[in-house]
Structure formats: structure tokens, C-alpha cells
């Protein structure tokens, strides 16, 4: 049972356009969506977080649009430069036991800029 | 700062031998975690703490054991290894009370069972 899917298994980009990143989940009980950035042979890193009470946040060339009806949020990133070229998963974040949060990861995406 | 930081990063295993995989944060993280990551799969959660003393389960813990005596360290243990546990492993670490779950990994440890 995925709750959090990212259906493109990659996507290529030309260096200056938009990169635009899809992820859809299933538990409406997330409070929290985050998306992590990931070159090989590296662990993942955090890059930017929207709250389930917000439709948009915005980190410099990043901004993160949410759509609770849909389910659905997208990672934009303009422009694109050739060092974003990484694996990028969605996560979503929801209440556990024990007072912790759980992530659940999607699948991930490998962007690719093309100069 | 070191952040979070794991050995080995690569292990080639037999199938049946027992490894541990360290995880040490000097971040002074209360909640700590262990990730799997496979081809198409994402990163799965396999056991977490809350803090020393405390563990937990993942969505994939069968075939791990955890423990958690000291608030930087949280070892994985694979007692008896199998191909299927073939993966590259995270260990992850946040403060509890941060808001919206980020977590900080470490740079990963791959692990071939043969």
C-alpha cells in the first residue's frame, strides 16, 4: 500500500526552464509534506516543507504547491541549473506512537538538467 | 559537526552470517531512525527510537534488531542476513519536537547479501 507516489520515475529539463516534480498520497491524515534532494553516494538531504494548512511555500528558486482536494502536491524549481541534477523524494509526514512522526517516502524522481 | 555518521558503508555478507551497522549523531537528537532504500521502493522505515531505552517498529522491521542505550548511538543488527535484506541502508536523526519531521541522514551503508 503506497500512501505517497511519485509516478515519473524521471524527468529531464533543459537548464534555465522549469522543473516541475509531482507526488499524490492517500492518507489525509499527513500534517506535513516535505521534499529531500539525494546525489549519488550521498544520504538525502531536506530541501523545502509545506504545513497541510498552506497551498504554497516558497525557498528562493524552490516553491512547493499543495492541493489538499487532490491530494497532490508539486516541487517547482526555476531555473533549473545544472547542479539540481538528483534523485528527489516526496515525503509525508503524520502523527505515530509514541509522540514520533512518521515519514513515508515516495518512490523518488532522478532529475536530469540538460545545458 | 559530524551530523550523522555510518559504518560501514559497504559490507558484502554470506547468506546467514550477522553484521551491525553503527549509526552515531552528535547532534543530541532524541529520535533516531533506519531506512532501507530499494530500486523502486523509496525509503522504507525498518526501527526507531525516541530515545535511549525506547524502540520501535518501522513498516519493515522483520529481520532487524535494534537498541538504543545511549542518546548517540543506534546500531541495526542483521541476525541472521538473507539476499532479500540486499539494500542500501540510512540512518536518520531529528530533534522531536522539530516540527514537520525533518530528519538528517547519514551518507548511507550498502549492504550485498549473497
Not at chain 1, 42 to 57: A, R, W
Amino acid at each position: 500500500d503506497q500512501q505517497v507516489k511519485q509516478n515519473s520515475p524521471s524527468l529531464s529539463v533543459q537548464e534555465g526552464r522549469i522543473s516541475i516534480l509531482n507526488c499524490d498520497y492517500t492518507n489525509s491524515m499527513f500534517d506535513y509534506f516535505l521534499w529531500y534532494k539525494k546525489y549519488p553516494a550521498e544520504g538525502p538531504t531536506f530541501l523545502i516543507s509545506i504545513s497541510s494548512i498552506k497551498d504554497k511555500n516558497e525557498d528562493g528558486r524552490f516553491t512547493v504547491f499543495l492541493n489538499k482536494s487532490a491530494k497532490h502536491l508539486s516541487l517547482h524549481i526555476v531555473p533549473s541549473q545544472p547542479g539540481d541534477s538528483a534523485v528527489y523524494f516526496c515525503a509525508a509526514s503524520a502523527r505515530w506512537s509514541q509522540g514520533a512522526q512518521k515519514l513515508v517516502f515516495g518512490q523518488g524522481t532522478r532529475l536530469t538538467i540538460n545545458p | 559537526n559530524a551530523g550523522v555518521t555510518q559504518t560501514p558503508k559497504f559490507q558484502v555478507l554470506k547468506t546467514g552470517q550477522s553484521m551491525t551497522l553503527q549509526c552515531a549523531q552528535d547532534m543530541n537528537h532524541e529520535y533516531m531512525s533506519w531506512y532501507r532504500q530499494d530500486p523502486g521502493m523509496g525509503l522504507r522505515l525498518i526501527h526507531y527510537s525516541v530515545g535511549a531505552g525506547i524502540t520501535d517498529q518501522g513498516e519493515v522491521p522483520n529481520g532487524y534488531n535494534v537498541s538504543r542505550s545511549t542518546t548517540e548511538d543506534f546500531p541495526l543488527r542483521l541476525l541472521s542476513a538473507a539476499p532479500s535484506q540486499t539494500s542500501v541502508y540510512f540512518c536518520a536523526s531529528r530533534l522531536l519536537a522539530a516540527v514537520g519531521g525533518e530528519l538528517f541522514f547519514g551518507e548511507g551503508s550498502r549492504l550485498t547479501v549473497l
